[in-house]
């Protein structure tokens, strides 16, 4: 897109900033916008450029609290007379009916904004929290991050029957990273529950195929107890065990069927998925799929002749 195009169209009529870019190199720009009552999103990714709310840009009446994640360059915001240069993984928060200055490094960017009066009712005085660094180690900012990835890949945002909920826990994960807030602790709060099993299937589904992975183990690396982590897979009505087999059942039987991995043992397809013991996987291959994975690679063959 071009300059003059991307400042007047994104900038001006959708984000209501003007845009400067800073960068010597061509300019690019992609940027990914939603917005439901009571959320809106923005990941932006391009070349460095600053963002300027101005006293004519404020004159939109938007008084929504954005929270900007800097990932993974450095960014710098000034607002109140404060400037503020964040590290990769830190956020801050900014009041959008003030004038701001928001600079961004090359890179990929993510901010939300919330209703003021949705944070109001969680946090007191919470224009005093704008322009304060929230570290990317704070505990309620890593399970608002790891359950909004939750919320968008399973689409939750765009369905109605779950919209609301979501919503609610984001609004209070939002209020509890912006405000000075206790540590979580293993909190039975519905919007802590919610995250941290978000952050915990996200935990799983990307150390699956580790053989030596157990509840104890994520419990750890979640800074949770066995039983509480227990219990948060309880609430969603599968158990530790049965979401780790599913994955690594779902993947053996991706790995059985596809072409390149033809020649492959079916034992050493076993263990890439995580199963240390081959005849344990061949039993819960077969309750899973109905047949044995001998048998679903020979379907497999069978219909890739046949086409």
């Known amino acids: 897109m071009r300059i003059p195009s991307w400042r007047e169209n994104f900038g001006r009529v959708i984000v209501h900033v003007d845009i400067e870019p800073l960068s010597h190199v061509p300019f690019r720009a992609e940027a990914r916008l939603q917005s439901i009552p009571g959320l809106r999103t923005l990941a932006l990714r391009g070349s460095s450029m600053r963002f300027k709310r101005s006293q004519t840009s404020i004159a939109d009446g938007d008084d929504s609290i954005g929270l900007i994640v800097c990932s ?43 209703p003021r009066d949705a944070l109001a009712q969680r946090v007191t005085n919470v224009d005093t929290f704008a322009m304060r660094p929230i570290s990317h180690r704070a505990e309620a900012l890593r399970l608002l991050m790891a359950y909004l990835k939750s919320a968008f890949n399973e689409g939750a945002l765009a369905a109605p029957a779950l919209r609301d909920a979501v919503l609610t826990h984001i609004h209070d994960l939002v209020a509890l990273a912006i405000g000075e807030c206790a540590p979580l602790g293993e909190s039975n709060a519905s919007a802590v529950v919610a995250a941290r099993h978000s952050a915990v299937v996200d935990y799983i589904a990307g150390h699956f ?20 982590l227990q219990r948060l897979m309880a609430s969603s009505g599968r158990s530790f065990t049965c979401r780790l087999n599913e994955l690594r059942l779902q993947r053996a039987f991706e790995l059985l069927t596809e072409l390149q991995t033809s020649t492959h043992r079916i034992s050493d397809i076993a263990l890439e998925v995580g199963f240390s013991d081959v005849s344990h996987f061949n039993r819960l291959f077969r309750a899973r799929f109905g047949d044995s994975p001998r048998g679903v690679r020979s379907a497999g063959r069978g219909n890739s002749c046949a086409m």
Do not use: K, N, W
């Not at 710098?76 to 961004?104: C, F, K, N, W």
């Not at 992975?213 to 979640?222: M, Y």
């Open 209 to 228: 195929q580790d053989p030596e992975l157990s509840l104890e183990t994520v419990a750890r690396c979640q800074g949770i107890s066995p039983r509480y």
């Open 72 to 114: 993974p360059s450095r960014s710098r915001m000034s607002q109140r007379g404060h400037e503020v240069e964040l590290r990769a993984g830190d956020a801050i928060a900014i009041l959008h009916a003030e004038p701001a200055t928001v600079t961004y490094v090359e890179g990929l960017q993510f901010g939300l904004a919330v």
